[in-house]
Structures are given as structure tokens and as C-alpha cells.
């Protein structure tokens, strides 16, 4: 029996070239609605906590320090740095590099800082010690934290955050999170999403709704609402639930039904406007922050800390808002926070891509953020609530910040800044608001409830 062996081929040997490019890092870049010019700035928030005996023996900043630790796990990009890309895009180095945190002792009680805790506060600098070069946008921390210890066992927390990483909603939940981590939690109970493509532009753009908030407005007797040398003071004001039925009386039957938001912004809008005593045929616009979290069908996935926030605007002149029934501005509020739509914010994404990224403008504007939900004083790291908790101040914008007194009342602090001549007749029209009847008798009562 004969056999044959079948001879195998030898694979040819295969030569080839390649080319390589310097290896690079591929980081996660934040959406178009981060990366706008408006929003490369730094937030200071604050919170304000009494002693608690329960706590005695425990060290705040140390239980603090390890619940940010802790928490910086699951929100590990705030550890890292921003970088600028081609076109001056911006993204995030996650380089672990960390946050900056401040441990301090003052000599001071909280009771010394007055009856009403609100913005402004004495000696901010102190309480949030602004690292020299540390707060620039690019290759620098991207939180600064800093707790101390009162004189009377007290604690004050304050943050500054950069704002292109987180809107209020955002960062509520961060600290939060550190809250839950500095009582034991071994992760947050919302976990955080980053899936910031959800808000950047679509391919190709398709810009189908007008912006008219990125405008270029042009101003011919000054380039804001007021000039630099004037002499600026910077007020708080504290609305109970009195104070918003208040106002109320003058809200026509039709809009009976419309929100505290929406009343207290165009009143303050109106007051505002009737202050700075702009001509009568001069344009003026009121930018109401809109959280666009619930916009979305689906809606974005619980736990997203970026910014999910819009400015839609209303454009009337002085004359218009300040001549007609409160209703007119109502009216105009109300239009301007349903103007904002999924494909309202869809469109705003790819307007800024193809258009730059531009600030919006402030000239003649009245800005405002709704904050009612982002109740900063129910954060509890083990010392109970807070007694203030919220923005450290408002210049650019006038936040309404959720807060309870120390009557045990719960309102809104609305801080306000204005030159001092402004702010007299602005508190004067609100007083007509406040303590007078809609038929329109003028009082001559100073409104109290203000503070600088």
C-alpha cells in the first residue's frame, strides 16, 4: 500500500509599513452647553451650621475632607483639570490631581454675622480663601472647598465651583453625595451621569429656533446697566408666604393660577426696571434660567450634574413693562419659560458650535435663576440643616434661593445688586408692591426686610 504526503504552502511573509502619530490622551470633552463664554466663571456657594452636642468630639473638616475623598470615586472628573482644545473647546483632564480643600478656625461666633444670614456676607474673603492662581479655567482646580470652625462650635462650608462642570442642580447633588458619604453611605444614592453628548450640537447643526438672548445689543449711552464708578450696594430680601399674597393682589384673574416664580420675577423685573429709570422707548430683557432636565422625552438620566440650563428671553421696553398692570410682565415670564422646548434646547447646542460660543448680553437685563429646588440648606453632614444654605452672592444674577428664617417661616432670599441711588427707589417701589392697595394709595414705610 502506497501513501503520499501533500506538501503544505508556507505562508509568504508580510511585509508592511506603518505609521504612527504621537500618541495623545483622549479626554472627556463637556457639552456646547457648558462650554459657553457665560459660563466660564466660578459659583461661590455657603452654608452656615450650628453647633450640635450630639457632635462633640468629631473634627467637621476631617469628616468632610474624608466625605469628599470618598465621593470624588464616583465624580472622579472634578478631581481632574480643564484643557482647551482646537477652537478653544474645552474638556476635562482627568488627571486625579484632586480639589482644593481649606481647613480654618475664626474667631468669631455666628451670631456676630446678624439676625438674617443671608447675602451679602461679612468677610466672604475669609470664609472662601481664593488660592491665589487658583481660579483661572484652564489647568486649575475645579473646586475649592473650605470648612471652619466658628468660636461657638459652629461650622461654615463654603465651595466655588467652576461653572462649566455643573449647573445648581448639578452640584445640589454633589454635595449632597458628600453628605450622604460623610454619614456612612458607601456610594451616593444617585449615582452621576456625565453623558455630556446629550447636550452638545447635533451633526450637522440645524439651528431652528431664534436666540435672541446671545444678541449683540448695542448701547449707546453705557455698556451695561450702569457704570463702574457708581457706588454699588448689594441687598437681600427675604419673601414669606405674606409677602408673595402680597404681590399677588395685583395679578389679574386670568393668571390666577401662575407660579410664585413667575409673580416675584416680574414684580422684581418691574421694581427693577422703574430703579435704573431707563428712557421709555430703551429695550429692556429679563433672562430666566431654565433647568431643561424634564424637556427631554425622554427625560436626561437622573443623576446628570452637568449644566442642563437655558436662557431664554423676553424683550419689551421700559416703557411698556413700567406703564402697564403687572399682568404684562407676568404674561411675558410665562411665554418666555414655555418658549424652551427639547428641540429649543437642541437648537441653542448648535447655535453656540457654530456660532462661537458667545456670551449672552447684559446690557439692560434683568437675569434670574429659580433655585427653589435646589434646597442647599437640607444638606446634613452629620450637623443637622443648615441655617443658610445657597449662592454666596448675586451680582451678575438675581438668584431666588429657598430659605428658612430664624422664625421658623420658609421663603425666598432674592439678593440684589444696584448703584445706591437705584436701590432707594427700588426698595421704595417695592414697598408699593408690598404694603399698598392695587387701586394704586402710595405708602411712605421703608421695606425691613432688606440687609447689606
Known sequence: MSTTSAMVPQPTALVFTVRRCEPELVKPAISDIDDQES????????????????????????????????????????????????????????????????????????????????????????????VPGSG?????????????????????????????????????????????????????????????????????????????????????KSCTNFTPSENMVHHSFFFNPSDISAIRRFVPLHLHHCSTFEVLTACLWRCRTLALQFDPDEQVRLLCIVNVRSKFNPPLPKGYYGNAI??????????????????????????????????????????????????FSLVRVYLVSDTRHVKLYDVDFGWGKAMYGGPAKGVVASFQIPHRNKKGEDGLVVPIYLPASAMERFVRELNRMLKDDPAGSRSNSTFIKSTM
Open 136 to 220: 483661572r479655567m484652564l489647568n486649575c482646580p475645579l473646586l475649592l472647598i473650605q470648612v471652619t470652625r466658628m468660636k461657638c462650635g459652629g461650622i461654615v462650608f463654603a465651595l466655588r465651583v467652576n461653572h462649566t462642570m455643573s449647573d445648581g442642580a448639578g452640584l445640589f447633588q454633589f454635595i449632597s453625595a458628600m453628605a450622604e458619604m460623610a454619614q456612612g453611605a458607601i456610594s451616593p444614592s444617585i449615582l452621576p451621569v456625565w453623558e455630556r453628548h446629550l447636550l452638545s450640537c447635533r451633526t450637522p447643526p440645524q439651528v431652528t429656533c431664534t436666540h435672541h438672548e446671545y444678541d449683540k445689543v448695542d448701547d449707546i
Open 39 to 130: 459660563l466660564r466663571t466660578q459659583i461661590p456657594i455657603i452654608q452656615f451650621y450650628q453647633y450640635n452636642p450630639s457632635m462633640q468630639g468629631k473634627d467637621p473638616a476631617k469628616v468632610i475632607r474624608e466625605a469628599l475623598g470618598k465621593t470624588l470615586v464616583f465624580y472622579y472628573p472634578f478631581a481632574g483639570r480643564l484643557r482647551e482644545g482646537p477652537n478653544g473647546k474645552l474638556m476635562v483632564d482627568c488627571t486625579g490631581d484632586g480639589v482644593l480643600f481649606i481647613e480654618a478656625h475664626a474667631d468669631v461666633k455666628l451670631e456676630q454675622f446678624g439676625e438674617a444670614l443671608q447675602p451679602p456676607f461679612p468677610c466672604l474673603d475669609q470664609l472662601l480663601h481664593d
Open 310 to 359: 437655558v436662557y431664554p428671553v423676553a424683550v419689551t421696553t421700559a416703557g411698556q413693562l413700567c406703564q402697564n398692570p403687572l399682568g404684562y410682565a407676568i404674561e411675558l415670564v410665562k411665554q418666555t419659560k414655555e418658549s424652551v422646548t427639547e428641540e429649543y434646547v437642541k437648537s441653542v447646542a448648535d447655535f453656540l458650535a457654530t456660532n462661537g460660543r458667545p456670551p
